[in-house]
């Protein structure tokens, strides 16, 4: 009997009086990597600060582990075991590659085994380690990326939410990052991957949901990424 | 004119414009909000030194820091906290409501003429004679200055709370992804700025023994003039152009003849002026700093 990590119900999500999710239902097991695409403005985004309690949740449940997230402060949501790698990266240019590291120990729930934790993602990520002196706007933007993925792992989350971390990077770095990802969910991360780039990301993840209009359209398998019919259909259908 | 004593009194006026310079600027790194109610922190240990005078001295000096640590906590705590999230202009003005109503607090418990106040007033004696006649407050106000604001730096890059603060000061949003707590940082911001005041209201009354209802507004201004022609953005240039109005201030003051010192503070200003005319960004903005956009 699979262990749900994640099940969000009927998520309905407002800015103003514009609705951004119209009622959106998924659910992640534990030690999927599940990826979310969908055109812009379809509420990837909203759906991810939404469960990390950085929006308000007008009607609908998210539950993490069994738990119901909806009214815990941001802060509290990261110490039960959620990280958010945002998208654009924001790390913060003006400390050090070593500083904006430590920063994410600060969500952690517990202080335990915190320098087995860093030398693992200095292993997993070793411009982290090798730049660690350097002020983090320095990096380029891969290096960026790994920097905010090293971060969000060493709050020790058990379900890592990942907003577009291929945004703007050369193809060659967006390799990297994926096969990070990879390894990240063998040490028993479950993974929320939200990408603008459907076919890769179908390919990629063990289940891909599709996001259109603030709704969940459509759920895709890997076997799905070769079948272009039904990837325009996913986007542009009703 | 003695050259030398005019700088070393720029020295010690200019560490105490730049304790309330940091103060000043934590609070507006982690809120961005313009903190007017901090001069009435001051002015609180001010009076609270006043209203001791009979007590041993360390005993003031706890209360006073006491004092000015608790009225900051408790003025984010009950003004600004209900605030959080509204609209920059309506905490600007809360800032401005706590400050008049303190200062018709003031009033009304102190009256208008003044309360004496300075228990370290024995510091008000030469400490070194010669061709410079060094007070001791002088020395004390000064090393004050570097060892507080050592202290800052040192938390602020040494500690957890303090890589938090920084955090928080360049991306909040963000550093709360992270899990930084938000009351956490910004009540550790009042905090300093409630040491930092209390310090000022300490040493400030030596030289100024008559506590009145404006007696930390005038230094406050005055200091955020100086933040924000330093650049209230960052640390170390708010504190800098603190530093640098009192300095000026204190050699305006020895070099002005005085039958002018009533014009004293319309000079400062209009140094201001002309610095902003020549650096509108602010006076320290733009060395040290790149800011590199990457993809």
């Given amino acids: 009997m699979p262990e749900p990590a994640l099940e969000v119900e009927a998520l309905e999500v407002r800015y103003g009086a514009v609705p951004a999710l119209r009622g959106a239902t998924l659910s992640i097991e534990k030690g999927e990597i599940v990826g979310l695409v969908g055109p812009n403005g379809a509420g990837k985004s909203t759906l991810l600060h939404a469960i990390m309690g950085a929006l308000p949740i007008a009607a609908g449940s998210v539950r993490f582990e069994g738990r119901p997230l909806a009214g815990i402060p941001t802060e509290r949501i990261v110490r039960q075991g959620l990280a958010l790698v945002p998208e654009g990266r924001h790390i913060f240019p003006d400390l050090t590659v070593d500083e904006n590291l430590r920063l994410g120990l600060v969500g952690r729930g517990s202080t335990d085994g915190i320098a087995e934790d860093l030398e693992r993602v200095r292993t997993l990520f070793p411009v982290v380690h090798e730049f660690r002196g350097r002020q983090a706007g320095l990096l380029s933007g891969g290096q960026q990326q790994q920097l905010a993925i090293a971060r969000a792992l060493v709050s020790k989350p058990r379900l890592l939410l990942l907003d577009e971390p291929s945004l703007g990077l050369a193809p060659s770095v967006v390799e990297t990052v994926w096969n990070t990802l990879g390894e990240i969910r063998s040490t028993g991360v479950t993974i929320l991957l939200v990408e603008q780039r459907a076919q890769i990301t179908v390919g990629f993840a063990d289940r891909t949901y599709v996001l259109g209009d603030g709704r969940v359209k459509m759920e895709l398998g890997p076997q799905d990424a070769d079948d272009t019919e039904r990837m325009v259909e996913a986007y542009f259908g009703s | ?295």
């Fill in chain 2, 1 to 295: 004119m003695n050259v030398g004593q005019t700088i070393i009194n720029g020295l010690a006026l200019g560490a105490l414009y730049a304790l309330v310079a940091v103060g000043l600027a934590l609070v507006f790194g982690v809120l961005r909000l313009i903190n007017f109610a901090q001069g009435e922190l001051i002015t609180a240990g001010a009076y609270t030194l006043s209203l001791t005078t009979n007590w041993p001295v360390i005993a003031q000096i706890l209360l006073c820091f006491v004092v000015c640590i608790g009225l900051s906590v408790a003025i984010e705590r009950i003004a600004f906290r209900p605030l959080r999230g509204a609209a920059p202009a309506t905490t600007l003005v809360a800032t401005f409501a706590v400050a008049f109503a303190l200062e018709a607090v003031w009033l009304i418990a102190f009256g208008a003429n003044g309360r004496p106040a300075g228990p370290l007033s024995t510091l008000n004696t030469i400490a070194i004679r010669g061709s410079l006649n060094l007070r001791w407050i002088t020395i004390v106000e000064i090393a004050a200055g570097l060892v507080l604001l050592g202290g800052t730096a040192l938390i602020l890059n040494r500690t957890s709370i303090g890589l938090q603060m920084r955090a928080a000061a360049t991306d909040f949003r963000t550093a709360r992804l992270l899990g930084v707590r938000t009351n956490l940082v910004i009540s550790f911001a009042f905090v300093i700025a409630g040491v930092m005041a209390a310090v000022v209201a300490l040493l400030y009354t030596v030289q100024t023994p008559l506590v009145t209802q404006t007696f930390g507004l005038d230094i406050t201004i005055i200091a955020l003039v100086g933040a924000v022609v330093g650049g209230l953005d960052r640390l170390w240039t708010a504190t800098a152009g603190g530093f640098a109005i009192g300095f000026a201030t204190s050699v305006l003051g020895d070099v002005l003849p005085a039958s002018q010192e009533k014009f004293l503070t319309a000079f400062v200003f209009l140094l201001v002026i002309l610095l902003l005319l020549l650096r509108p960004g602010g006076l320290f903005t733009g060395f040290g700093r790149t800011t590199v956009e990457r993809v």
